[in-house]
């Protein structure tokens, strides 16, 4: 499992970004290193040169990659920097660094894998604060990005920093900068201007993003009174209605000066759509009135009067936009798992995600190159989804990806969840009894309390030391003539080895509060296994109930414990002494055998018959209290010891 640390920043692991301006990028290739104004050094321990930063041809494009080789043993902790040039983000916004990295070895040592940042220095260890920190990467190249947006308008060094102690490598490619791209969109101002009357201009998206403002010039000086801005789809005004924005009076002093109106809301434009923005004024806007076009903008048309492209009319305009970037959903979870359900929860960093793409995979398969399991697409922002047809016991790998207006983001980070091997018990709800029939009972660990949850209101037994509800089960049970019962979950089959049992009298199955607790049992009567360890698995005797009336069971295992079990109700006034004492804690030891059997908890003499599968008597005797019996005489195979007052037992002959 990978472990991150972060600080002020924001870790983002995606695949890929659009609309971006790259500031710098370093693939290694130059066959010089470090590259052309790169450092490499050692920490304050100078501890090397095994480990020094280098180049290796494990790329993950092209034929070079930086290289840390994990350090030499018995030589102390390496520490050993890789650091960029200075980086100018003076004029960058919603900066991020994106490298992709990976590890040589499986396991998961104590190597440390730094990102820091100094605004000071290059070189000087002190002047660094570490942004993110890792203690495992995969084998294969994976692509991390960072948030440095909390830099923009700085200008940085970035180190990274690989401290280890002989445990693994690392391996860096492809570091970039990025920042949001900002594309200018315009013509040059025309050598004849006229005044007159701009009603608008059509223009060509070049990227993806938010327009951010629209500019055009005037030959003349005074004021544009306030008025309105309306944006449109297409060429001209006929077109969708997207945007419409009042503006107030705009003071010229300047002859053809540049007027620029920014808008006050996000519109976020498609590259290679166009776009028309419309105003109506009176006087003060450039206008040429010839007959032909000089230099004509190629991606738009001036608008006449009318609201119609005019490309006869040359005017000089701008508008400007800025990429988007959409990032990948963040804080990943997965909540309500069952067999065969799970739900999957997240948040998103984007004010322009539409829709989100939730892929389940088979463990380890890669997202960008094989099918996914499962997946669904999200309606109306939602930021949740359930599955409800995944398959038992089966690891699955979560990506979502948000879909923003016009762009995706890239995969989140990987986060895995296991579906339950066992289906929610039926009996999980106290109106979801399993009745039991009086004087029998289950057997090879028919039952579990396995992903069962506690009802409300529910309590635990007074019996409970320090403990409570967490798994219970119910049963139930209409009591005899007699009024007097054994519950009993003394039984050698099943995992669930301290169980915990409640009585109840219940009015309403639906609310526990309206439950009388009856009787209650932990462990106060332990029984022990063939090995003299004891076995915690409860068992009570109560004397009072109504006849025919309906009692509820609540199983429980100590501590939180789950697992398989049996059960059984008895009539106690109909069962032997021997019963009430022991009744079906036999257990066969060693099971299987080679050379004799023992029978555990069996307190008087008995008789008994071993019959083969085939139902063929091989041998008889009498059972004394703790005795052997002798079986090494008998082929291998399974057989069925019969005793006078218990139920067969079976054991395994090697």
Not at 315 to 320: A, D, L
Not at 520 to 548: K, V
Request: aromatic share 12%; hydrophobic share 35%; glycine share 6%.
């Amino acid at each position: 499992m990978k472990t991150i640390i972060l600080g002020i920043l924001l870790l983002l692991v995606v695949t890929g970004l659009q609309s971006q301006t790259t500031i710098i990028e370093e693939g290694f290739e130059s066959g010089i290193f470090p590259p052309t104004g790169w450092a490499t050094f050692r920490g304050v321990d100078d501890v090397g040169p095994a480990n020094d930063w280098t180049t290796s041809t494990d790329a993950y494009t092209g034929n070079l990659a930086a290289f840390s080789r994990y350090a030499n043993s018995n030589i102390g902790v390496a520490e050993d920097w890789l650091v960029t040039p200075l980086i100018d983000l003076t004029n960058a916004s919603n900066t991020v660094l994106s490298f992709f990295s990976k590890e040589n070895f499986n396991t998961e040592y104590a190597s440390r894998y730094d990102v820091r940042i100094s605004t000071i220095s290059q070189t000087t260890h002190a002047d660094f604060s570490t942004i993110a920190t890792y203690s495992d990467f995969t084998l294969d190249y994976e692509q991390i990005i960072i948030n440095l947006s909390a830099y923009d308008g700085q200008q940085i060094y970035i180190a990274f920093v690989h401290i280890d102690e002989y445990q693994d490598d690392w391996l860096l490619d492809d570091i970039s900068i990025l920042s949001d791209s900002e594309c200018q969109i315009g013509y040059s101002k025309p050598t004849y201007l006229s005044a007159g009357r701009l009603l608008g201009q059509s223009f060509t998206a070049e990227c993806t993003g938010s327009l951010e403002y629209v500019q055009f010039n005037t030959p003349e000086t005074g004021t544009v009174s306030s008025n309105t801005l309306n944006i449109f789809e297409g060429n001209g005004t006929s077109g969708n209605l997207i945007y419409t924005e009042v503006f107030p009076d705009i003071n010229v002093t300047t002859i053809n000066d540049d007027i620029r109106v920014y808008l006050v809301d996000e519109l976020n434009v498609v590259e290679g759509h166009q776009y028309t923005f419309q105003f109506y004024v009176d006087n003060l806007l450039t206008e040429y009135s010839g007959s032909s076009t000089i230099n004509p903008y190629p991606g738009g048309s001036s608008i006449n009067s009318n609201g119609f492209p005019s490309p006869n009319l040359d005017r000089g305009f701008e508008v400007s936009i800025k990429g988007l970037l959409c990032f990948p959903p963040e804080d990943i979870l997965v909540t309500s798992i069952t067999d065969v359900t799970a739900t999957i929860l997240w948040t998103s960093p984007n004010s322009n995600a539409d829709t989100f793409d939730v892929l389940l995979m088979a463990s380890g398969d890669n997202p960008e190159t094989e099918t996914p399991l499962f997946s669904e697409t999200t309606t109306g922002n939602a930021t949740s989804i359930e599955f409800t047809s995944l398959i038992l016991d089966t690891t699955y790998d979560v990506y979502v990806v948000s879909q923003c207006e016009n762009s995706s983001s890239l995969y989140s980070p990987v986060i895995s969840f296991t579906t339950n091997e066992l289906p929610t018990p039926i009996n999980d709800s106290l109106c979801d009894t399993i009745m039991i029939t009086m004087n029998t009972n289950s057997s090879g660990g028919a039952y579990y309390n396995n992903y069962s949850s506690t009802e409300a209101n529910e309590l635990a037994g007074s019996c409970y030391a320090d403990d409570v509800s967490n798994h219970s089960v119910w049963f139930s049970f209409v009591a005899p003539a007699s009024g007097e019962v054994q519950i009993n979950t003394r039984y050698p089959d099943g995992t669930l080895t301290d169980s915990q049992l409640l009585l109840y009298d219940v009015l309403d199955c639906t609310n526990l509060a309206t439950a009388t607790l009856l009787a209650c049992d932990e462990d106060d009567d332990a029984n022990i296994d063939e090995n003299g360890a004891p076995q915690y698995n409860a068992l009570i005797e109560y004397s009072g109930l109504t006849a025919g009336e309906t009692y509820y069971i609540s199983v429980d295992g100590y501590s939180g414990q789950t697992g398989s079990f049996d059960i059984g109700v008895f009539d106690r006034s109909t069962l032997s002494t021997n019963q009430i004492e022991t009744n079906n804690v036999l257990k066969v030891y060693p099971n299987p055998t080679e050379d004799y059997i023992n029978i555990l908890n069996l307190n008087t003499q008995e008789n008994y018959i071993i019959y083969d599968v085939l139902g063929k008597q091989v041998s008889s005797g009498q059972l004394l209290r703790q005795s052997q019996i002798l079986v090494s005489h008998l082929d291998k195979g399974i057989y069925f010891l019969k005793l006078d007052n218990y139920e067969t037992l079976r054991f395994i002959k090697n």
